[in-house]
T-cell receptor
């Protein structure tokens, strides 16, 4: 089993602050996906990064895939209460159907 | 249609009951998945169906029985569950290749009493 270590597990910040969530592994992944999940709902895909060194931006969210494709980060600028939720990274090996390896998740709370 | 629809949203069942969870997608995705998720934990894979055939069973107890009647439907039949099986059960689907990511349904909140 390839482990994905996600940190921090919990993050409680004020509106307007910046934050970074990290996802690290000793294994190489062919792609890394980030999801956000709100209570009582399923995870929603935010982004998929595929190429080592790739950077993708989604409004105030910036995602980066490490050069060696073993780690990834999610940076949120000027967090808002609507960003509150469980953030999950998930790694895929290969390109065919199969299982994702999920990180343990980061519970983010943004206070007004 | 870009959704995965799961029914019911909530289910309470006794340990001797038989019930089924249903999942439907019309995105043409050929892989469908069942996940189990406990509160504030990541989803845990249970089953993977690829082109309507079971391709992965993560050593799930036989009291959970998956079924894929066609490329749009996925069922999870439940029988003789235990209280520790109470969780959010998520269905997901994906296009060919894991690089596209999953589309998850909203889940069924199952409580076993």
């Amino acid at each position: 089993t390839q482990l994905l270590e996600q940190s921090p597990q919990f993050l409680s910040i004020q509106e307007g602050e910046n934050l970074t969530v990290y996802c690290n592994s000793s294994s190489v992944f062919s792609s890394l996906q980030w999801y956000r999940q709100e209570p009582g709902e399923g995870p929603v895909l935010l982004v998929t990064v595929v190429t080592g060194g790739e950077v993708k931006k989604l409004k105030r969210l910036t995602f980066q895939f490490g050069d060696a494709r073993k780690d990834s980060s999610l940076h949120i600028t000027a967090a808002q209460p609507g960003d509150t939720g469980l953030y999950l990274c998930a790694g895929a090996r290969g390109t065919s159907y199969g299982k994702l390896t999920f990180g343990q998740g980061t519970i983010l709370t943004v206070h007004p | 249609d870009t959704e995965v629809t799961q029914t019911p949203k909530h289910l309470v069942m006794g340990m001797t009951n038989k019930k089924s969870l249903k999942c439907e997608q019309h995105m043409g995705h050929r892989a469908m998945y069942w996940y189990k998720q406990k509160a504030k934990k990541p989803p845990e894979l249970m089953f993977v169906y690829s082109y309507e055939k079971l391709s992965i069973n993560e050593s799930v107890p036989s009291r959970f029985s998956p079924e894929c009647p066609n490329s749009s439907l996925l069922n999870l039949h439940l029988h003789a569950l235990q209280p520790e099986d109470s969780a959010l059960y998520l269905c997901a689907s994906s296009r060919s290749g894991l690089t596209y990511g999953y589309t998850f349904g909203s889940g069924t909140r199952l409580t076993v009493v």
